[in-house]
């Protein structure tokens, strides 16, 4: 019979794994969140038991959403810690994952704080999928009493424009709901896209929501805006080293539900794709806007990366 630590951290796995937690902040917080309690609840008294018991947790998390850096980069900061006995270890994962999940909440405030202030009067804004950081720029802008409208896109095959306009209609936010295909229809009437982030490489460049490098390029064509609401924690350090980013290919079953009635027929199903940065504006973080190109500063200064640590991931 599987121990009831492990039962909980599979049970968190799965529910990422099948999107119903999703979006990368939100993974990020329940992955902190699993790896706290699997932590709490290990039955050794062993601390090198403990430590491989952890990294094995953590790699389950890790395998559930491979392009979410987010993901790796909580995991990361949960599990660093030095400890002498197993009690200091809980102790120093507890509070890695408090902490983790607190500022993170607080990172999607200061977003919106210092993104609103590129919203002006009159302005109407476009974003694509479902971000809780992009969400929060929107928000705070509508917020503060500025007459803005919002066009939300479906985000097949998944349709999380559905969850942002739920959230608009609560809020308010005059919102109008668009397929994916009209965005170049409607992008003359746009004065800035705000998206969210899975990952921001060390040149800038945005991996999110397939559909996500159209939008910007479409907003490069017709001189829209472009910005990106992204946590310091969706920075990739990886990418430093030169490694990509992998993109998740869903199931074929997402696109086409029947789609093993076609016998020649391939189905893809990529959820993410990279946007180069010289599409970008701007990257608003929880410790400011940035252009693109200073994204290796955050990747180093704040998320503290050294070439021997990373090296190893
Ligand atoms: C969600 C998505 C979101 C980012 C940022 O993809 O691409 O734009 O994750 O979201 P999925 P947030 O639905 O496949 O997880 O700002 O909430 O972290």
């Known amino acids: 019979m599987e121990r009831p630590a492990i039962k909980q951290l599979l049970k968190t796995a799965n529910r990422i794994r099948s999107m119903e937690i999703r ?3 939100l993974i990020a917080r329940a992955a902190a969140g699993a790896i706290r309690d699997y932590a709490l609840d290990l039955e050794t008294s062993s601390l090198d038991e403990f430590n491989s018991e952890v990294k094995k947790a953590a790699q389950i998390l890790l395998n559930t959403r491979p392009t979410a850096v987010s993901l790796s980069n909580a995991v990361q900061m949960v599990t660093r810690y030095k400890a002498e006995s197993v009690e200091d270890a809980r102790i120093s994962i507890t509070s890695n994952a408090d902490r983790f999940i607190e500022e993170s909440q607080k990172a999607i405030e200061l977003i919106g704080t210092i993104g609103s ?5 009159g302005d109407t804004l476009l974003t694509h ?5 992009a969400i ?6 509508f917020k503060a009493g500025r007459d803005i409208e919002v066009i939300a896109t479906e985000s097949r095959p998944r349709n999380q424009g559905l969850l942002t306009i739920s959230i608009f209609e609560e809020l308010g936010v005059p919102t109008t709901f668009i397929v994916d295909s009209a965005v170049r229809s409607v992008m003359n009437e746009v004065d800035l896209v ?20 159209q939008i910007a390029l479409i907003a490069h064509e017709a001189r829209t805006s472009f910005m990106v609401a992204a946590e310091t924690y969706k920075f990739s350090p990886k990418t430093i080293l030169g490694e990509l980013v992998t ?9 086409l539900p029947k789609s093993s009635d076609f016998k020649n027929i391939k189905v893809r199903n990529p959820a993410f794709d990279v946007t180069p940065h010289h599409y ?12 693109p190109v200073m994204s290796y500063l955050i990747i180093k200064e704040k998320l503290g990366w050294e070439l021997g640590q ?3 991931i």
């Open 136 to 141: 929060s720029v929107i928000n705070t802008a």
């Open 129 to 133: 999928c479902n971000s809780m950081a």
């Open 247 to 255: 993109i998740e290919e869903r199931s074929p079953e997402e696109v």
């Open 194 to 213: 705000v998206v969210g982030a899975d990952v921001i490489t060390a040149n800038g460049s945005l991996v999110n929501k397939i559909g996500t490098a």
């Open 23 to 25: 979006g990368a902040g």
């Open 310 to 312: 990373q090296a190893n």
């Open 117 to 121: 202030r590129r919203i002006r009067d």
């Open 280 to 291: 970008i504006d701007l990257i608003c973080t929880e410790i400011g806007a940035i252009p």
